[in-house]
C-alpha cells in the first residue's frame, strides 16, 4: 500500500488507547510512515488558540473525567458547537466542546491521525474515519511502563488502573458510549501480542482494504 492510499482518500484514523499499551507510540510511527498529520497533546494547543481559552487550563483537565454534578454531553440541551456563546456552561463542557470541534476541523483538512479526545465519537459521521483501540493485558502493559517510565512494577500497575479508569470515565461521560467497547471501533489491537510494529502495519493493512473495498462498491 502506498501512503497516496489513505491520504488521498481523506482517512482520519482516531486511536483510543489504554495506558501502557503504546498507542500514542504507534500513532506516530504511522503518521511517520504515511506523512500524515499527528495529533495527540498538539490538539490541546490548537483547542486553546481557535476558543481563546488558556491552554494550560486544557492541560490541567485533558482527559479527566466530569463531575457527577455536571451534566453529560450526550444529554446537553445546547448540542455541540458554539462554545463560546455558551457562557453558563461549566468549564470542562466548554473544554471538550472546543477540542470536539477542533477534531472536526482537522478531520476536513485532510487525513491525519488523532490520538484520544473522545475523537471516534467527534468524528462518527465522517464517512473515512477508521477508529481503533489499542489494548494490551496488564502484565504487558506493565512491563512497558516499567521499561519506558522508569516505574517500580507496583508504580507501573497503580497508574496503568488509575488512568484507564480516568479515561474510561471521561469518554462515558461526554458521550453516552462505553469506553474499549467493540461497538465503537472499526478495528482493536492487541499491542501485547502483535508489538508496536505490528500494530502499526496491522492498521494500515486495514486502511488499505477498507480503502480497496470502498473502492470496489
Not at 5 to 12: C, G, L, P
Not at 44 to 72: Q, R, V
Not at 117 to 131: E, F, K, S, V, W
Request: proline fraction near 3%; aromatic fraction near 8%.
Amino acid at each position: 500500500m502506498t501512503k497516496g492510499a489513505i491520504f488521498m482518500s481523506n482517512t482520519v484514523i482516531t486511536i483510543g488507547r489504554q495506558f501502557g499499551s503504546g498507542g500514542r507510540e504507534i500513532g506516530k510511527k504511522l503518521s511517520e510512515k504515511l506523512e500524515i498529520p499527528f495529533y495527540d497533546k498538539e490538539l490541546l494547543t490548537i483547542a486553546a488558540k481557535e476558543s481563546g481559552i488558556s491552554e494550560e487550563l486544557f492541560e490541567t483537565n485533558d482527559e479527566k473525567p466530569t463531575s457527577s454534578l455536571l451534566y453529560s454531553l450526550s444529554t446537553n440541551p445546547y448540542g455541540v458547537g458554539g462554545y463560546s456563546a455558551m457562557t453558563d456552561m461549566p468549564l470542562n463542557n466548554k473544554l471538550f466542546l472546543a477540542q470536539f470541534e477542533a477534531v472536526q476541523k482537522l478531520a476536513q483538512q485532510g487525513s491525519c491521525i488523532i490520538v484520544g479526545r473522545c475523537a471516534d465519537y467527534a468524528l462518527r459521521n465522517h464517512p473515512q474515519a477508521i477508529n481503533v483501540f489499542i489494548h494490551a493485558d496488564l502484565e504487558a502493559r506493565v512491563k512497558r511502563l516499567m521499561r519506558t517510565e522508569k516505574l517500580t512494577e507496583p508504580q507501573a500497575k497503580e497508574q496503568a488502573l488509575k488512568i484507564d479508569k480516568k479515561r474510561a470515565s471521561y469518554y462515558n461521560s461526554y458521550t453516552g458510549k462505553k469506553w474499549g467497547n467493540i461497538d465503537s471501533y472499526h478495528l482493536t489491537v492487541d499491542s501485547g501480542v502483535v508489538g508496536i510494529d505490528g500494530a502499526v502495519k496491522i492498521i494500515e493493512d486495514f486502511a488499505a482494504l477498507r480503502a480497496s473495498y470502498q473502492g470496489a462498491i
